[in-house]
Each structure stands twice: as structure tokens, then as C-alpha cells.
């Protein structure tokens, strides 16, 4: 007798697939990562939530709910200004700090991304003046800035001054 589960399975699945009630899941391996110039990638931590289906790495224990001022280099700056990654070199928590180790920052490299504030119509977007910022900066310019976490994303980090910047933020397009 010829059974008509397997074929009967394979159209569930594919129609499962197709409403969305199942998403593939990317495997997981324990190869270090490359980039473009062919090197290993280590020492880079990002403020994104370590639960999160991201390829960004969590920031050290103890680092989450960081606020504070961040001294170091850049590695590398988006041109579009959705982020900028440096190398830290010395990191001062301010009294809004509530991660209960800032200083495990030192010495590592993290993502910063811009401040988000609200529009007139209530939405949340990126400040304009962080994304022309960011998307200014050259690979091995010294940068201070502060950043701060919020509730929702305690992992990452959001910028919310740096050298040169005065006046107040106002709302991007998007």
C-alpha cells in the first residue's frame, strides 16, 4: 500500500511556509566570522539585544543599560548614517549608567547608532543631525560622544552628543 503522508506533509509545510506561520531558521555555525578582506572578525561588541534574531554581537555582561560618555576611534562609519562602529578606548558612566560592569567596554569595538526622537505626526525616527554626523565620519578619527540605552533595547547603544554638535535634534524624513 502506498502511503500519501510524505506528499501530504510537503504541501502543509509549503503552505505553512507561504502564510507565515513557520520561518526558516539560519544555521548557526561556529566559524569565526570573515570580512570582505578576507581577516577574522574579534573583539566587536554591539548594543543589540543578545535574544535578538540579529547577526550584531551583545554587548559584554553587565554592559546593558550603558549611559555615558565613550573617548576612542572610528573603525568604520555607515554612509548612509545608520551607524558607526569605534574602538574604545576609555569609557565614563554618568549618572543615568545602569550596567553594573561600563568599564568591560574598554578596550572593545561597538556600534552606535543614531538618536531617535519624535516627529510631529508622533513616530519615532532618526535625527537628522546624528545621520549627517555619522555618515561624515572617517575611518581613525578620534570621537568622544555620549550614548544611552533605552528601555525597550537595553543592548544597544544610541548616540546623543558628540564634539561639534549644538542646538536641538530635529525629526529625519523616514
Given at each position: 500500500?502506498?502511503?500519501?503522508?510524505?506528499?501530504?506533509?510537503?504541501?502543509?509545510?509549503a503552505l505553512a511556509l507561504f502564510a507565515g506561520w513557520i520561518v526558516p531558521v539560519k544555521?548557526?555555525?561556529?566559524a569565526p566570522a570573515t570580512n570582505a578582506a578576507g581577516t577574522t572578525a574579534t573583539n566587536t561588541v554591539?548594543?543589540?539585544a543578545a535574544a535578538s534574531a540579529s547577526d550584531e554581537p551583545a554587548l559584554p555582561e553587565g554592559c546593558a543599560n550603558f549611559s555615558g560618555s565613550l573617548r576612542g576611534k572610528v573603525v568604520s562609519g555607515d554612509p548612509q548614517g545608520k551607524s558607526f562602529t569605534v574602538a574604545l578606548?576609555?569609557?565614563?558612566?554618568?549618572?543615568k549608567n545602569q550596567a553594573t560592569k561600563?568599564?568591560?567596554l574598554e578596550g572593545k569595538t561597538v556600534?552606535?547608532?543614531?538618536?531617535?526622537?519624535?516627529?510631529?505626526?508622533?513616530?519615532?525616527?532618526?535625527?537628522?543631525?546624528d545621520i549627517v554626523f555619522i555618515?561624515?565620519?572617517?575611518?581613525?578619527?578620534?570621537?568622544?560622544?555620549t550614548v544611552?540605552?533605552?528601555?525597550?533595547?537595553?543592548?544597544?547603544?544610541?548616540?546623543?552628543w558628540y564634539q561639534g554638535r549644538s542646538g536641538k535634534k530635529t525629526p529625519s524624513d523616514s
Open positions: 500500500m502506498k502511503t500519501i503522508l510524505p506528499l501530504h506533509f510537503k504541501s502543509l509545510l544555521a548557526q555555525t561556529n554591539t548594543a543589540s578606548a576609555t569609557v565614563t558612566p554618568n549618572d561600563p568599564k568591560d556600534i552606535v547608532f543614531p538618536s531617535n526622537i519624535q516627529n510631529a505626526q508622533g513616530k519615532w525616527v532618526q535625527a537628522k543631525e555618515s561624515s565620519l572617517k575611518e581613525g578619527q578620534d570621537i568622544l560622544c544611552y540605552t533605552r528601555t525597550a533595547k537595553p543592548n544597544r547603544l544610541f548616540l546623543d
